[in-house]
């Protein structure tokens, strides 16, 4: 795992700049399998309370085709909802639920093909207002030609802020050579 703690680049002499939107945080590429990663707020750049916005861009391979989920500050109650929109070419389904965890997408299984790989990128918007969080999200999913691709959005229903991120597979293993990568959005600091 790499995570970026050094002092932020669009802080010159104690005045902030207009630097570049997306500050890149922290990035876990697995070397070998692993039933989960954790992203956390810590100091320097990976301070999340200075950021409006957080990106999660994955691609996944398991070893069963499994749901991408994630937690928030370690919550594990019933306290988030969702609500999917996907399709795979000739047909679409909608879903929504309350549920446990917040529901990302879902991952490529191994027998689909050693080099197919799923992709998901999230956005988690105001990330430390007082109101509930919401996310959405974008996946595809290939399966040696064939697979899907969906839209889904997550509400938490807290007001805390958001300073901890399991991401994990919801049955199996991510595999090796599975890659999670987390950006911090900064507010604007001038006008056009």
């Not at 997306?22 to 876990?28: G, I, T």
């Not at 050693?114 to 007082?130: C, P, Q, R, T």
Request: charged share 15%; with cysteine.
């Amino acid at each position: 795992m790499t995570v970026n703690t050094d002092a932020p680049a669009y802080i010159v002499d104690g005045v902030l700049t207009d630097g570049e939107a997306w500050v890149a945080l922290q990035s876990h590429v697995l070397s070998a399998d692993a039933t989960g990663v954790t992203f956390q707020s810590s100091t320097g750049a990976n301070d999340w309370s200075q950021y409006m916005d957080l990106v999660i861009i994955g691609y996944c391979q398991s070893d069963t085709e499994t749901s991408v989920i994630a937690r928030y500050n370690n919550d594990t109650g019933t306290n988030y909802t969702y609500q999917e929109l996907y399709g795979d070419g000739s047909s679409v389904a909608g879903y929504t639920a309350d549920v446990a965890y917040n529901f990302w997408g879902y991952c490529t299984k191994v027998a689909d093909g050693a080099n197919d790989f799923s992709m998901f990128k999230v956005d988690l918007f105001d990330i430390n207002s007082g109101k509930y969080k919401t996310s959405a999200s974008q996946y595809a999913v290939d399966k040696s030609g064939s697979g899907y691709v969906g839209l889904l959005t997550s509400t938490w229903k807290s007001q805390a802020a958001i300073t901890e991120i399991d991401l994990l597979a919801w049955t199996g293993d991510w595999k090796d050579g599975s890659r999670f990568d987390l950006w911090g959005v900064l507010p604007r600091m001038v006008t056009a």
